[in-house]
C-alpha cells in the first residue's frame, strides 16, 4: 500500500485494528513510535548495485493497556511526517517487535490493516546458479528407463 493508499484509508475507518497474517490483532494499546523514510543502497550477490526506498512506520506496544490511538491522531502523526520529511508516495512497510523486529506489507480491507508477510528472495539467480524452474520428479520413478540397458554418461548410476 501506498503512503497516499494509507492516507485515504485511514480516513475510512472509526477504530485502528492491524492484523498479523496469522488473523492475531496487534494489541489495540499499541504507539505509533516512528514514521520514516529508509533508503537502502546495496549489492546484490551478482555483484549489481541496487537502491530500495519505502516509508516505515513503527508500532509498539507496552503494558499501558488503556492506551488507544485514534484515527485522527495516527493521521495527525502521518502527516507531521510527510510534511516535516517530505515523504514520497512510496509503499509502507509496517515493523513491529516480534521474536524480533518483523517487517510487513500493509493491506487494507475496507475495516482493517492486514500486515502482509514479507520475504527474502536472491535478486541474482542467474549469476548464484539458482534453477528458474524447479523439475517435478517422483521417487518411484528415479532409475527407472524406457531402455533398461545401462550406460556410461546415462544416467542411470
Known sequence: MKLSQLSFALSQVNELVFVFPDGRWVPPHFHLTEVGLVAKKFIDC?????????????LWTTDDMHHRLLPS????ILHASIENLQ????????EYQGNTIEKYGVHFTGQHFNLIRTETACLAEDAC???????????TDLGKKENPSCTPGSGCC
Do not use: A, H, S, W
Not at 129 to 139: D, M, W, Y
Open 46 to 58: 551478482g555483484g549489481t548495485l541496487r537502491t530500495e526506498e519505502y516509508i516505515q512506520m513503527q
Open 73 to 76: 491522531k495516527f493521521t495527525e
Open 87 to 94: 515523504l514520497p508516495d512510496y509503499e509502507v512497510y509496517v
Open 129 to 139: 546458479g539458482i534453477p528458474t524452474q524447479k523439475t517435478n520428479v517422483q521417487l
